[in-house]
């Protein structure tokens, strides 16, 4: 009869332990006929006696379950926030999506927000319109405080995401002036909200920029053009005066209504929108 292979010694008294500990575990008595759970009959607490070289087993320590946030976006303290200046698709009646040019306003149509490195982010979108987009991605604008927080990081006292409070020309897409002269003239007098939304403003070289394109202007918290490249709308309710806010300036000036992470333009009503003006989401972290 051929040979039958024997496990070893330590194998069988693997098995041996695990049997025990199984059968401990479902209260049933030992191979040798003692009773598994020693103390539980003279009123003690029940236990278990696990071999001597068993892995501790550790109880009642709290499992603990991190924060977390969707794809493409950043945790910072509870809250989530998108790592990119979001562009947009659009949305048919069937929530079926399809491409949307970022020079293109949004006007009468229903769109999502999306957020990606090395896209063109969408320009020409009102608040109102940020904020379903932001919606319909499951996410909301930013609040004032989200904004500096993730712009600043944990030292309330920097003015850029690069830290400090020395502006540091080119780290940011920032600077570069208006783009209205270009296609307009100099005179602003002369300007229409209609030139605002001209879609060849933002297609002008080395104006906007796709997300990303300067690594000196990421945060912190791995969140890039906080600063610059599109004005960021967001969550603010409209004032005594009917307005709303946005933030970070962009790549015309990042510094004439405050220093970076400070820059804030409350000069519109949430339905006004331009060439300059953008937006991200942020959530609360899950």
Known sequence: MAD??????????????????????????????????????????????????????????????????????????????DRWEDYVVELDPQGQEHPHSPYDTVDGLTVRARTAPHVVPQGYIS?????????????????????????????????????????????CNEGKGSMMPVFYGNDPANWTFADFNDPRLDQVDGGLAPTASYPHCESPSGVFDLVGNLHEWGADPPDANGRGRFRGGFYGDAELNGHGCLYVTSAHEPTYHDYSTGFRCCADAR
């Open 4 to 81: 039958v292979p024997v496990a070893g010694a330590s194998s069988l008294r693997n098995a041996g332990r695990m049997g025990a500990i199984a059968l401990l575990l479902l209260g049933c008595s030992s191979p040798d006929g003692s009773d598994a759970t020693p103390g539980a009959g003279d009123g003690g607490a029940a236990s278990i006696a696990a071999p001597a070289d068993a892995a501790p087993v550790v109880v009642g320590v709290p499992v603990v379950v991190r924060p977390r946030c969707a794809e493409g976006m950043a945790l910072v303290g509870d809250f989530c926030i």
């Open 127 to 171: 608040q109102v319109q940020a904020a379903d987009a932001c919606e319909n991605a499951g996410k909301r604008l930013c609040t004032a405080t989200e904004f500096r927080t993730a712009c600043s990081g944990a030292d309330p006292d920097n003015w850029y995401p690069y830290g400090g409070q020395t502006h540091v020309p080119g780290y």
